[in-house]
């Protein structure tokens, strides 16, 4: 198992927003969690990448507890975090945000370019812009990007299609269906159309707890049947 | 044009401010331009912290302080070697940030300032009271140092060309860090610290760097202040001149090397010509912080850039949209 989440409790303040939550999520596997807002998916993913502690539970990566640990030590064994809100470092350039990565996972700026290449070819024409410069899209794909540089294990990735446009959609689509083949996913998405199109499994959050877990393939790829659990 | 030329000047920068401040020295004077010149090196060791890091202090003279005292006290009871002294001097202010620094950076926003001004003034007090017995309290005490080989510090032209060449060296320094992965790390902490940490980076060392040696640099200033001077007061560590190199930040640019040198330079200018014209020259500062802060935040390096990139702006979309120019 590569990732292990049992029984966890988080708590924001004195307000309980995960309850008893479990998954988990094998190797080579993309596994997806659903949910209307506030049903605390995002706070999952904060809470396996270390941005927030649960109470009690754990959180084991590849056999290893992680639980309580700060990010940039999860991040360090291989897990990588692209949040929601598409935030790049504006105020730097490209290939200054791309270094970054580059050098937290100790490889060759020239090779990270490469890696981030591979999920938007485009890259190249922008290195020497700031970042805040780019578009919605290309900050989603820039993130993902660099997210994947140094070969992580397990990508967390927050609703990667919110507000963006259709065109955009699509090639942050083919960007994780390239990816899916070499590291594991768990993708938080309200799109259920994504949903299907991608996970394995998926988890249906409501209120803070685990409510649903489809395994079945048949049921994953039915975006009707999904829609039903929300 | 412009952005061609500035790029030459910059790819030659050393040389170019060395120049500038050669050709300023005999303007202003020798010794002026010497406390011009420590003050920008302290000015550049506030703006790793300010500029970059983005964290405000209100309390940096402390650690100019640390560096003048440990400076003239370790030439007082140790042995008057002024190298010895300087050492003595940078290793104070790295201590004292490695001592305070896992407090202070921990903070942010006005728990990191107002902390600085904290312990600026524990630090004034000690030398104003608790330890006036060895610094002179307000009285000060004098340094004076041996002469070592042609380093004879009573002479101002060897005290000039040695800050000359301080000075360069730290902008060489600051720039070759600011421009290599520790800068990139320190603007992206400034923009967006916790993104930085779910990179696979442990920030609390990278600012606990930045910090330790913005704190080394600035009593280095300070020492070099006490080279120049000979002696050192209370005004040394005095927590209320902490706003000199915050206005002179903001006035010349901050998170700019050249920003930083053309603040300090203009600071002291106002602060040592304006008083001859103006009785209460520090209200005239007062408006300028205002207008600083509400119309030209970039300072006088950022609408410089800014300037020569507007300039060249038509020149480039000329070139690129060819059917326009005809």
């Given at each position: ?230 | ?84 002294a300087l050492l003595i001097a940078v290793g104070s202010g790295a201590a004292t940030g490695l001592i305070v620094g896992p407090i202070v950076v921990r903070t942010t926003g006005a728990c990191f300032a ?213």
């Open positions: 198992m590569l990732l292990s989440v049992d029984r966890i409790n988080v708590f924001y303040g004195s307000a309980r927003v995960l309850s008893e939550v479990s998954l988990h999520a094998k190797h080579g596997e993309v596994v997806s969690i659903v949910g209307r807002n506030g049903a605390g998916k995002s706070t999952m993913l904060k809470t396996i990448a270390g941005f927030l502690r649960p109470l009690t539970g754990a959180v084991k990566f590849d056999g290893e507890e992680i639980s309580g640990r700060p990010p940039d030590q999860v991040a360090r064994l291989g897990v990588r975090y692209v949040f929601q809100d598409k935030r790049v470092f504006t105020k730097l350039t490209v290939r200054e945000n791309i270094e970054l990565a580059a050098h937290a996972a100790k490889v060759r700026l020239i090779d990270a370019i490469d890696r981030v290449a591979q999920v938007y070819p485009k890259i190249s024409m922008f290195l020497a812009s700031k970042a805040g410069g780019l578009s919605g899209g290309q900050r989603q794909l820039l993130l993902i990007g660099r997210a994947i540089v140094g070969s992580p294990r397990l990508l967390l990735v927050d609703e990667p299609t919110e507000g963006l446009a259709a065109g955009a959609i699509e090639e942050v689509l083919r960007a994780l269906e390239l990816l899916r083949a070499e590291v594991s996913m768990v993708i938080v998405e309200q799109n259920l159309s994504v949903v299907s199109r991608f996970a394995d499994r998926i988890y249906c959050m409501k209120e803070g707890h685990i409510a649903t877990e489809l395994s079945d393939l048949a049921d994953v790829r039915n975006q009707a049947y999904l829609e039903t659990y929300l | 044009m412009l952005n061609a030329t500035l790029k030459i000047l910059q790819k030659f920068d050393l040389l170019v401010i060395a120049v500038l401040f050669l050709l300023l020295a005999p303007i202003i004077s020798m010794d002026r331009s010497i406390d011009f010149m420590i003050f920008c090196i302290f000015v550049l060791a506030y703006d790793l912290l300010y500029g970059y890091m983005g964290r405000l202090s209100f309390g940096h003279m402390l650690y100019l302080g640390v560096g003048a005292y440990a400076f003239a006290l370790s030439g007082e009871y140790l042995a008057a070697n002024v190298f010895l107002l902390i600085n001004l904290a312990l600026n003034q524990l630090g004034y007090f000690l030398v104003l009271v608790a330890f006036s017995r060895w610094t002179g309290g307000e009285d000060g005490m004098s340094a004076s140092f041996k002469r070592v080989g042609i380093f004879n510090f009573s002479n101002h032209t060897i005290v000039f060309c040695f800050t000359f060449a301080c000075m360069l060296l730290v902008v060489f320094l600051v720039r070759r860090l600011t421009n290599s992965l520790l800068g990139i790390l320190l603007r992206g902490i400034k923009e967006n610290e916790t993104r930085v940490k779910f990179l696979g980076y442990d920030t609390f060392v990278i600012k606990m760097a930045a910090f330790i040696l913005s704190t080394t640099l600035s009593a280095f200033a300070g020492a070099l202040f006490i080279i120049n001077y000979s002696y050192v007061t209370t005004s040394f560590i005095d927590p209320l001149r902490s706003v000199e190199v915050i206005f002179a930040c903001l006035i010349g640019g901050a998170g700019s090397v050249y920003g930083a040198l053309a603040g300090g330079v203009g600071y002291k200018l106002i602060s040592n010509y304006l008083p001859n014209y103006i009785q209460r020259w520090e209200m005239f500062l007062g408006v300028v912080l205002l207008l600083l802060v509400f119309k030209f935040r970039s300072g006088v390096w950022g609408y410089v850039a800014a300037f020569v990139k507007r300039c060249d702006r038509p020149a480039e979309e000329t070139k690129s949209h060819p059917e326009v120019s005809r």
